[in-house]
């Protein structure tokens, strides 16, 4: 089975520009969960698309928002970006498993904010 | 608010030594699991464990599930500079609750 995937990889963008991020999860699995990695604060979750609707909201401002298509696939949108949104964006797919959601992390997009 | 506290932060030893790390919790969770992730990488999910006391082996690496599930560890046996990494654990609480709570992890370097 192939793995999640992300594109892009890499992306340089200036403060005040917009950012879409791609995510195909494994096949099969209808949950897809965004997550921001800093140093300073770790793996942050964003939000979780089940079956085309958001499920999970974390927290974080209105900017960074997502969407998921009828065949699983997700992207996420920064608008307005600033430095601090400089981070590795990881989307995880999942199936339910006993006890939780086991998730299969893609290999993320490194994002710099200049 | 769950929080997951990880100790150490950094752990730096020779090959061949013995190491644990631990994942703490005020919280009760469904699920734990522990993922490795390596630079510029997703986490790679190495193990779940959902039972309270549950212990999963793999080959050179113990898991372990807290009675009351709020808390775990990790031993490495006979570490090696492949085990090199930053290892996160996470707690999930199933359901329709789709995200993780991730500890901030454990730096681990193996030096040959």
């Known amino acids: 089975k192939a793995g999640v995937t992300q594109t892009p990889r890499y992306l340089i963008k200036t403060r005040g520009q917009q950012v879409t991020l791609s995510c195909s999860p494994i096949s099969g699995h209808r949950s897809v969960s965004w997550y921001q990695q800093t140093p300073g604060q770790g793996l942050q979750f964003l939000f979780e698309?089940?079956?085309?609707?958001?499920?999970n909201k974390g927290n974080f401002p209105g900017r960074f928002s997502g969407r998921q298509f009828s065949n699983s696939r997700s992207e996420m949108n920064v608008s307005t970006l600033e430095l601090g949104d400089s981070a590795l964006y990881l989307c995880?797919?999942?199936?339910?498993?006993?006890?939780?959601?086991?998730?299969?992390f893609g290999p993320g997009t490194r994002l710099t904010v200049t | 608010t769950q929080l997951l506290e990880q100790s150490p932060q950094f752990l730096s030893i020779q090959e061949g030594e013995n190491l644990t790390v631990y994942c703490n919790s005020s919280?009760?969770?469904?699920?734990l699991q522990w993922y490795r992730q390596e630079p510029g990488e997703g986490p790679v999910l190495l193990v779940t464990?959902?039972?309270?006391?549950e212990v999963k082996k793999l080959k050179r690496l113990t898991f372990q599930f807290g009675d009351a599930r709020k808390d775990s560890s990790l031993h490495i046996t006979a570490a090696q500079p492949g085990d090199t990494g930053l290892y996160l654990c996470a707690g999930g609480n199933g359901g329709s609750q789709g995200n993780l709570i991730f500890g901030k992890g454990t730096k681990l370097s193996v030096k040959p």
């Open positions: 464990v959902v039972t309270g006391g």
């Open positions: 995880a797919s999942s199936f339910p498993s006993l006890g939780g959601y086991e998730q299969y």
């Open positions: 698309y089940f079956s085309e609707t958001q499920r």
């Open positions: 919280s009760v969770f469904s699920s």
